[in-house]
């Protein structure tokens, strides 16, 4: 069976959970060696990750191509609006392609269709770099990063504060593999996707819509927010102002646990999202989250190829 991770649930709890490992584990052994430089081992030495990229990305498209290194592959960027995909190739006849040339694809994309059919006709394995609903890959960065602050996942307290967005729907996802508890601070109007809220719920985990912004994040371990506007959504004056009593400022954070974290996956928009006092004061663990993009992707790269 190709491995495919279009969301987190295609790994599981278990393999998530080993995914983490994995990737906490890879970092430290390679801890001061040129970034470009591949492991000892190099895993994947041979491979190519053929990358389509249908939106922006500065994170995405640079720690997939570091992580290809590391670990001895290398990687192949495609500007979707460059290539035949852009000018009506289908995404079926693109799979099938990319499957010859390639070892693994991944795609960024608006439509989660998109990439569910591009799994559907590819003969190996399809990562989901973004879509509109869900960023599976960025969770992944950020449980690792939770975890090396020094706070183990299980019964842990998330305040989301913002637009009910991709972003979210895939910590709600971990929540569930995971066990931790999430408190939704988005206003009515703006809410995330349901299935991921009931199937959460379901796995065990504590999942709350608050639309006081002081209740989401009242005692929460990890307070996490998102750009208000998410590429492909127009800039609508309206929207801005139901979201910024949920601005993430020191006021905000104060109502947190003490050693609370601060989470976001970039780009920030500051003084929207957050300000400056929060993204670079002390509970901000930004750049170490943006960091581990590299070593998690090392990681579901891995378990896509069967190694984990
Ligand atoms: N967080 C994230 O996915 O960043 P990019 O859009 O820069 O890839
Ligand atoms: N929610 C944002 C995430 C960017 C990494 C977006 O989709 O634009």
């Known amino acids: 069976m190709t491995r495919h991770f279009l969301n987190l649930a295609d790994a599981g709890a278990e393999a ?6 994995d990737a906490i584990a890879r970092k430290a052994v390679r801890k ?11 895993p994947l030495a041979g491979r190519v990750l053929a990358m389509v990229f249908e939106k922006n990305s500065t994170r995405t498209r640079v720690s997939f191509d570091i992580a290809m290194r590391q670990l001895g592959g290398s990687a192949v960027i495609l500007e979707a609006g460059t290539t035949q995909l852009g000018r009506g190739e289908t995404i079926a006849d693109t799979a099938r392609v990319l499957s010859r040339m390639a070892d693994a694809i991944m795609l960024r994309t608006d439509d989660h269709a998109k990439v569910e059919e591009l799994a559907r006709h590819a003969t190996v394995p399809v990562i989901n770099g973004l ?4 960023h599976p890959c960025q969770i992944v960065a950020d449980l690792e990063t939770v975890i090396e602050h020094g706070k183990p996942l299980a019964g842990l ?6 637009d009910g967005n991709n972003v979210l729907n895939s910590i709600v996802e971990a929540a569930g593999l995971c066990r931790f508890n999430v408190r939704i601070g988005v206003p009515e109007g703006y809410d995330s996707d349901p299935g991921f809220i009931a199937r959460a719920r379901a796995a065990g985990a504590n999942v709350t819509v608050v639309r006081d912004p002081v209740a ?18 127009a800039h609508a004056e309206e929207k801005l102002a139901a979201m910024a009593p949920y601005q993430v400022n020191p006021a905000l954070m104060a109502k947190a646990r003490a050693d609370a974290l601060f989470l976001h996956c970039l780009p920030a928009h500051r003084g929207e999202e957050v300000t400056d006092a929060v993204i670079d004061g002390p509970a901000s663990v930004v750049w170490d989250e943006a960091e581990n993009r590299i070593h998690a992707q090392k990681a579901i790269l891995r378990w896509a190829f069967g190694q984990v």
């Open 157 to 162: 307290e998330w305040a989301w504060l913002g």
């Open 16 to 21: 998530l959970k080993a995914i983490l490992d």
């Open 216 to 233: 989401a994040v009242a005692g929460a371990d990890v307070v996490v927010t998102d750009t208000w506007v998410s590429m492909g959504q």
């Open 131 to 134: 879509t509109d609903l869900s």
């Open 32 to 42: 001061g060696l040129p970034k470009g430089q591949a492991d000892a081992d190099a």
